[in-house]
């Protein structure tokens, strides 16, 4: 991280502070990892998140309307679990270390 806030992605040299925000069309999340062989350093990894609302695109990165249809392949399927909440779904996320979209749960946080 450069300057403490936003994420830092150090395969691509991406930082959300920078402007850029990570690639990520709404919100530029982080998650602090430690590291199994060292457990006092950890890894940062981003993901990438939408709002209220909207959902995490096929990409990871873009952001779509909950209302949207969207059918095919190439729609990212979420699972709907009876014990999450909409809002907890959309903070899944995309890890640019493994360029994949992460279908667990990153954080769990409330706007209002």
Known sequence: ???????????RG??????SNGGCEQLCLQQI??????PHESAIYMYC?????????PDGRSCLM???????HKCLRLENHQN???FEEMLH???NKTQRVNQG????????
């Open 49 to 57: 998140g939408c709002v209220e609302e909207y959902r995490l695109g």
């Open 105 to 112: 749960r990153v954080f769990q946080m409330s706007f209002r």
């Open 33 to 38: 990892v430690p590291l199994p062989e060292e």
């Open 66 to 72: 909950v209302t949207e249809i969207c059918e095919g």
């Open 93 to 95: 996320g995309f890890d």
């Open 14 to 19: 991406i930082d959300c502070s920078d402007g």
């Open 1 to 11: 991280m450069k300057d403490g806030s936003g994420c830092f992605d150090y395969s």
């Open 84 to 86: 999450n909440t909409l």
